[in-house]
T-cell receptor, first 115, second 112 residues
Framework: GAGVSQSPSNKVTEKGKDVELRCDPISGHTALYWYRQRLGQGLEFLIYFQGNSAPDKSGLPSDRFSAERTGESVSTLTIQRTQQEDSAVYLC?????????????FGSGTQLSVL | RKEVEQDPGPFNVPEGATVAFNCTYS??????FFWYRQDCRKEPKLLMSVYSSGNEDGRFTAQLNRASQYISLLIRDSKLSDSATYLC?????????????FGKGTTLSVSS
């Protein structure tokens, strides 16, 4: 596909369960971001992958959150032992890379609801 | 001080009005600056990059003041379709390739 693809689009889970969210970036984009957006709030930075560099994990809110990226392709965000405060839209974005090529292309997000 | 700060608004203006949004950032070494637009329940989309010399795209003008660590967006002749949340975005560190941090956004509502 031409754009950033995220799956699932919606996920309902019970408190305490683990969830895995997937992001397929645009082919050739070396940078990949995960953001979280709670209802009515701004985008909260979670993690950033750039090529083969070590990811910037400084935005992950707790050790229940982790993310991986395979080369310059698919990324998965895993949330262990989900809590109700994890309910949010999780947005993935990719870009060509640094400088003025940093236009972010967003996926449609995964709406996570923790009951 | 938060990394990127914006006045949340809302700004309620009539069609045809001129409106300006401000944004401040905390890291003086930041190099990349952008304005994104987010419509309700949609993903953000790039509105424009912000260059050191200032830049204009139609009715939209962006300015950067490095000394004050301040970015602005001016919208002239507001249209109903401009109603959205405007997000200020700044890169985190002293390299253009570091993570992009979003402000919480300023909400604009244009009425007829």
């Amino acid at each position: 596909g031409a754009g950033v693809s995220q799956s699932p689009s919606n996920k309902v889970t019970e408190k305490g369960k683990d969830v895995e969210l997937r992001c397929d970036p645009i082919s050739g984009h070396t940078a990949l971001y995960w953001y979280r957006q709670r209802l009515g709030q701004g985008l909260e930075f979670l993690i950033y992958f750039q090529g083969n560099s070590a990811p910037d994990k400084s935005g992950l809110p707790s050790d229940r959150f982790s993310a991986e990226r395979t080369g310059e392709s698919v990324s998965t965000l895993t949330i262990q032992r989900t809590q109700q405060e994890d309910s949010a839209v999780y947005l993935c974005a990719s870009s060509l890379g640094a400088g003025r090529s940093e236009k972010l292309f967003f996926g449609s997000g995964t709406q996570l609801s923790v009951l | 001080r938060k990394e990127v700060e914006q006045d949340p608004g809302p700004f309620n203006v009539p069609e045809g009005a001129t409106v300006a949004f401000n944004c401040t950032y905390s890291n003086s070494a930041s190099q990349s600056f952008f304005w994104y637009r987010q419509d309700c329940r949609k993903e953000p989309k790039l509105l424009m990059s912000v260059y050191s010399s200032g830049n204009e795209d139609g009715r939209f003008t962006a300015q950067l003041n490095r000394a004050s660590q301040y970015i602005s967006l001016l919208i002239r002749d507001s249209k109903l379709s401009d109603s959205a949340t405007y997000l200020c975005v700044v890169n985190k560190g002293d390299q253009a390739g570091t993570a992009l941090i979003f402000g919480k956004g300023t909400t604009l509502s244009v009425s007829s």
